[in-house]
């Protein structure tokens, strides 16, 4: 066990754990926007940003990605955080300004309007949906295209996907709403000659049902919203959860749903 | 061959070593990094070889193909031994000259010979070179040693024996000590202990371990990674072997990027060399030491040359860093312990191996040891690639190794560490340069890039260069960088359209200190240093962008259409003029040079044209001869019709009285009289004109062209009283109760400064400069004496010198105390000065005058040598003992400056200390209202035009005072008008600027004859064609 200072409060926690963990457990809230339990943390949206108290100087680092050491002293709330706080939150408000998520925490930090100028965009690049779909869904049919001022979230070569399965998880996963799932990824599959037809709940591995009671009428199928009321989350992390952790269960969960 | 034990290739090493210094024959050296390749060496090699082909000697002479030896400026240049003789700018049609007459006849060529631009010094051997003498060339200076394809060349200066000490006699323990004693720092940025960096990886749990060579190299402006890659790629290797060994690695990388073809050629093919012989591979020299490299080549990404990114792009995946810690040490390249050093910080290794750490910890600051390879680019005479010990000042790798700025520009900043590191200006060049005080001037060490900048450089466009690479660059991972870079953009760009308003400057600022804190990477955490380090040093730059909507520098275009326009203090329309001329239209030039400034024949003769300082033509040609095209459309108009007289508007019953009339008088009278205003001039003397008829000789400025501009003048109804001097017949209350609404003092400096010299106020034979032109030019044409001293720091001991010799006067010298960059003239004056017979003294500080029976006999003077800046900037002089000299001299000349006269004013004026009249710096108007003053009696002696500009400025406050308008602030020169440029054949477009013609010497010194002749019309056409016109490009 590694113990630390939390905003002058005194914690234990495992080694590996992290500073957004390491905080929860004290009741401390540290506000997020790329980071998301299904996933391991990435660092990118720079809204946590702690301050660690140093021998020389103090550093600033992000939360969700920076392990617990022992002795540590953090600052959650320290004048200096909270401005960069604000400086993140600014920018977001810039970037997307009606958005309602960004919105929110802008109100939160009472900033009103940016002192930029303003762009009207949707997506805040917190890569999520990226991750979502090369790690949890494991097929990578979107990516980060360009760097720099030019980064965006794109299909390779902007061509519709070949390899994308419909599930969702991106839009899911998608703070901001700027990715919406349209039911033309799944047409897809209706496309295909009869006996290829698929189900994009077979794909991701949750049901084992070799043909549709809804003739692959997607818009008519019933079971991603009976999944989403038993779990409280987006399949697709129930699939993953369940594969790794309790795998009988999952077997009874299905059999449930296929009932 | 492969090589089975240490001592046998101890063995093969001496073989080499033999063999090198038994070679007879001569060698000829030619760098080839691609710099030398880029400016054509490989053509050059081609030459020689024919040549050598041409006459049998291929087996009696060798060529050498080396890297890059690191001076760019001079590539592709030659070493031809064994006598060491150093050829620079070679071209293949030297080949042939080169071989018969130094090769085989010993003969030097001295035009292949470097020259050293200022002081035109030849140099035979490189290290003479003041480039290559100040510099400490351990790890550099081997390019110029080896043909970095030829593995036995690098055997043949000791290379690989440092492997054979490690390896037969160091533990890794031992190794690792003794980089940690030397105290090398990672020269990649951060400047980490390299050794404490290897202990690490060698202590991290795990069986395999990595190596890499991080050689993404992507600062703007920074090479010496790609040059010792190129040029010497064995030892880069040897220095990763020596630490493969040590961490207990059996794999490295060398991450290099694609851009960089001939090192990835010269590395790959280094790499295969190494294998053959058995110092890579498995079982390295019997000692069952395992050791693989593999060549990585990125795509060019900068953020790629941060460790995690550099080791995600290895793995397959993009190039975003990740944070840290877990440090690349512990969990690096596919998760294993890794260790990543810099090209150079491994080039180090074998060095320190070979002389032992504590003669590496000798060299160097308390915190930073060893040399350090600079990359010397920007506005500097010597580009090139320097290794200099850490420590050195700025000023001596700057002024010593890179022979200063070009084009005797000023010193502005120099730019350290590529975009993540900082502006460091002229005040801080005494800084040692290490990695702690650079960090503390703002700045970093980084890869070593230096980029030089000079005036004519706008710091707020370099702070936005920077960061319009570093949005590009940065990887866009971590929001705080990609939107601050972006944001802190949008605000200098807006800043350099002339947009952007204080409060953004405040954001800007907030902005870069907090983007540095709250990003995760070092690009994002030091993106912000050149917006803070120009905002620190250079803060009025930026307020002159916001407040005034101005660039000082001339370079940001939406604020300075035309820089010529801009640099002129009267603000002339010059691009439109040099069109009218280009197109044959002198009339209308005239017309519109005389909208501005009434005298364009003289300012065409004896202006100091800024305007041609600061054209963009100079920056890869000469300028365009804007003065010289003034003067000929002047000359050419007042030749047949004259000037013709502009409209005057409303005329008014107002009355101004000018006091003075000299140029800033004269303006203001013709801008006044334009308004409407009846002006009356006051001159003292017996002439109208003032300095430009009494002080300015007439073989610059002749006569009958000042009277027919003051004349031009005189047809707008503006009234000259000469010999009426004010104070004397007339007080200022007598010209107010005559009815002058308004009253303009520009009476001049006349009243030379002593010299503080013991005797000069008894002894006869010292005379003022001022008094004696003045004389001259009323007529009283008598020499002066024989043997002249002028003393001065003007341009009128110039002209006193060139005055003295034409009546005749045998010995003429000027004794200046600073050196000839800083006087404050064109330096074809003092050239034709020194033509006519004028002996210049730089540098050197006059004692005591020498007398006999009261009169002078000559002048003991002592040599300086110029010391460091003081707080003004202005260098100190220290005097060389033992350097004192007698000039001989029966008359001296006192020009080392002059002030106003100001004895006619009452006591109601306000006067400063330096003696100069008071007055507020906008209307110029002094303290007594309705009394304006400009000119010399309020600037102290300057240049003609800036007395027009005061002039103008004048008479527009006085015409504000006269209808009780506001003061609305100084606005900034526009174009007046819209010239369609005029189409170039082929043949203008590579029209050269032609010389001046000048009148012969000998008639020079016969008479007062006018030296400058002035162009023709054809060659005024031509050189108008020259211009580029930035005024329309956008």
Known sequence: ?259 | MKIQSITDLKQAIEIQIQKRKSTEKPILTISAGTCGRARGSLRVIKALKNAIKKQKLENDIKIKVTGCHGFCEAEPNIIIHPHNIFYQKVEPKNAKDILAQTVLGNKIIDQLLYSDPSTKERYIQENDIPFYKHQKRIILGDNALIDPTDINDYLSIGGYLSLVKVLSSMTQEEIIEAVKQSGLRGRGGAGFHTGKKWEFARKAKGDTKYIICNADEGDPGAYMDRSLLEGNPHRVLEGMIIGAYAIGAEEGYIYVRDEYPLAVEHVSLAISQAKKLGLLGKNILGTGINFQIHINKGAGAFVCGEETALIASIEGRKGEPRQRPPFPAMKGLWGKPTNINNVETWANIPVIIEKGADWFSKIGTNGSKGTKIFSLVGKINNTGLVEVPIGITLREIIYNLGGGIPGGKKFKSVQTGGPSGGCIPDKLLDLPVDYERLAEAGSIMGSGGMIVTDENTCMVDLAKYFLNFLRDESCGKCLSCREGIQRMWEIVADITKGHATMEQLYVLEELALKVKDASMCGLGQTASNPVLSTLRYFRDEYKAHVIEKWCPALVCKRLVPSPCQDACPVGIDVPSYIAMIAWGKFNEAVDLIREDNPFPAICGRVCNHPCELNCKMGEFDKPVAIHSLKRFCADYVLKREGYNVPSIQSKRKERVAIIGSGPAGLTAAYNLARLGYRTTVFEALPVAGGMLSVGIPAYRLPKEIVKAEIDAILALGVEIKTNAAIGKDLSLNDLKKKGYKAIFIATGAYKSLKLGLPGEDVLKGIIDCVTFLKDVNLGNQKKPGDKIAILGDDHISVDAARVCKRLGSSEVNIIYRRSKEEMPLDYSEIDQAIDEGVKVHYLTIPNKILSKEGKVAGLQCIHARVGKADSRSRRELIPLEGSEFTIDADTIIRATGQVPDLTFLNRKFEISNWNLLVVDPYTLQTNVSGVFAGGDVVTGPATVIEAIAAGKKAAASIDNYISGKKFEGYKRPKPRMQIEPIQLTKEEEELKRPKMPLLSRNKRLQSFEEVELGYTEKMAIREAKRCRRCDIEE
């Open chain 1, 1 to 259: 066990m590694i113990t630390l200072f939390i905003d002058n409060q005194k914690v234990a926690v495992k080694e590996g754990t992290t500073l957004l963990k390491a905080s929860e457990k004290l009741g401390i809230e540290i506000p997020t926007l790329c980071y998301h339990e299904g996933l391991p943390p990435y660092g990118a949206c720079r809204l946590c940003v702690v301050e660690i108290i140093g021998e020389k100087k103090n550093r600033m680092v992000a939360a969700c990605s920076f392990l617990v050491d022992e002795g540590m002293k953090v600052l959650t709330i320290s004048d200096r955080v909270l401005k960069r706080r604000r400086m993140i939150v600014e920018f977001l408000l810039a970037r997307c300004p009606d958005i309602k998520a960004i919105r929110d925490l802008a109100d939160k930090m009472g900033i009103k309007k940016p002192r930029f100028k303003t762009k009207n965009l949707d997506c805040i690049l917190c890569g999520l949906c990226v991750r979502v779909c090369n790690e949890v869904a494991g097929i990578g049919a979107i990516g980060f295209v360009n760097r720099g001022k030019k980064l965006k979230v794109d299909t390779p070569f902007h061509l519709a996907s070949d390899v994308c399965i419909g599930c969702g998880a991106c839009s899911f996963v998608c703070p901001t709403g700027a990715i919406e799932m349209e039911l033309d990824a799944v047409k897809r599959f209706r496309e295909l000659l009869g006996i290829e037809h698929k189900c994009r709940y077979s794909l991701m591995g949750l049901v084992s049902y070799k043909v549709c009671s809804n003739n692959y009428e997607c818009w008519r199928c019933k079971v991603d919203q009976r999944i989403r009321d038993s779990l409280a989350t987006h399949p697709i992390f129930a699939a993953k959860k369940i594969k790794t952790e309790k795998v009988n269960q999952y077997f009874s969960f299905l059999k449930k749903i296929q009932e």
